[in-house]
């Protein structure tokens, strides 16, 4: 016959080996979440490089137009 005390050493050993498999799960989770994290961040760098230069194209493509329109009053002016 099973003491009482084997069957409270085994419901011990379970949850023992449960916990050891959740604390697996979750040093797998932590591990997924800094790469994609990672990833984030090296996204979000490359998209404000971008955005920085769209500013500086939109702002040359102004100083253009500027200028043009610059030369054009000139121009009307002289006339």
Same mark, same amino acid.
Request: aromatic fraction near 0%.
């Given at each position: 016959m099973v003491s009482? %005390?084997?069957?409270?050493?085994d419901n011990m050993?379970?949850?023992?080996?449960r916990h050891e498999m959740l604390l697996e799960k979750l040093t797998d989770n932590q591990l997924? !979440?800094?790469t994609r994290l990672t990833e984030l961040a090296s996204s979000i760098d490359a998209q404000n490089h971008l955005i920085g230069e769209g500013f500086d194209l939109m702002k040359k493509?102004? !100083?253009?137009l500027l200028s043009s329109l610059s030369a054009i009053l000139i121009g009307? %002016?002289?006339m």
């Open positions: 009482a %005390q084997e069957v409270r050493m050993e379970d949850k023992i080996i997924e !979440l800094s493509v102004i !100083l253009g009307t %002016q002289v």
